[in-house]
């Protein structure tokens, strides 16, 4: 069974930071994507980052990026010059084909000025 | 687009009531999903419907009947429900289901007296 693992429950971090969110995951799968979630407080989630599995480069979306590490089954996301609306819990989520994503418990970041 | 709607955004209703959540998306997506979400966890997967056909149901007490009239709504009949029911009811979309990326709708919370 596919797990998805997110080990901070919060993390706080001053405006223009850089942070970094945790993900492990455990599948026995080869093809798959990856995905980071973000829910702002009392807010829509959106998706903020989507990595397919057999792509190598790790994939970029202005300030967010992630590291991609399949061998150590590790997709953390990296937020660079980060800003008060980026204050949200972030989710993880695995997905394979036929099935739902499958989510982590997420991390809850706040930026402070 | 990468919108998807749900109606209404907040309900309050006692355990005797009858109630509907609707969602409707327009992406052309065949694959449609109710999730639960209570505070500060991540989205529990209640139902998946796969070009119309309930695909996933995941043990999820009678009182809550999914309905998918069309590939473009869905929505979710409530009957009897108990206090612990109240959450966020989140509907998303994807392309055809295979893991791939699921777009938000803003949810309804629920609230149940």
């Known amino acids: 069974a596919q797990t998805v693992t997110q080990s901070q429950p919060e993390m706080s971090v001053q405006e223009a930071e850089t942070v970094t969110l945790s993900c492990t995951y455990d599948?026995?799968?080869?093809?798959?994507?990856l995905f980071w979630y973000k829910q702002p407080p009392s807010r829509q989630m959106i998706l903020v980052i989507r990595?397919?599995?057999?792509?190598?480069q790790n994939a970029t979306e202005n300030r967010f990026s992630v590291n991609f590490q399949k061998a150590a089954k590790s997709f953390s996301l990296k937020i660079s010059d980060s800003q008060l609306g980026d204050t949200a819990m972030y989710f993880c989520?695995?997905?394979?084909?036929?099935?739902?994503?499958?989510f982590g418990k997420g991390t809850t970041l706040s930026v402070s000025s | 687009d990468t919108e998807v709607t749900q109606t209404p955004k907040h309900l309050v209703m006692g355990m005797t009531n009858k109630k509907s959540l609707k969602c409707e998306q327009h992406?052309?997506?065949?694959?449609m999903y109710w999730y639960k979400q209570k505070a500060k966890k991540p989205p529990e997967l209640m139902f998946v419907y796969s070009y119309e056909k309930l695909s996933i149901n995941e043990s999820v007490p009678s009182r809550f009947s999914p309905e998918c009239p069309n590939s473009s709504l869905l929505n979710l009949h409530l009957h009897a429900l108990q206090p612990e029911d109240s959450a966020l009811y989140l509907c998303?979309?994807?392309?055809?289901?295979?893991?791939?990326?699921?777009?938000f709708g803003p949810g309804t919370r629920l609230l149940v007296l």
């Open positions: 992406m052309g997506h065949r694959a």
């Open positions: 990595q397919e599995a057999y792509k190598q």
């Open positions: 989520a695995f997905g394979w084909a036929g099935t739902a994503l499958i």
């Open positions: 998303a979309s994807s392309p055809s289901g295979a893991g791939e990326t699921q777009y």
């Open positions: 599948t026995s799968e080869s093809n798959y994507y």
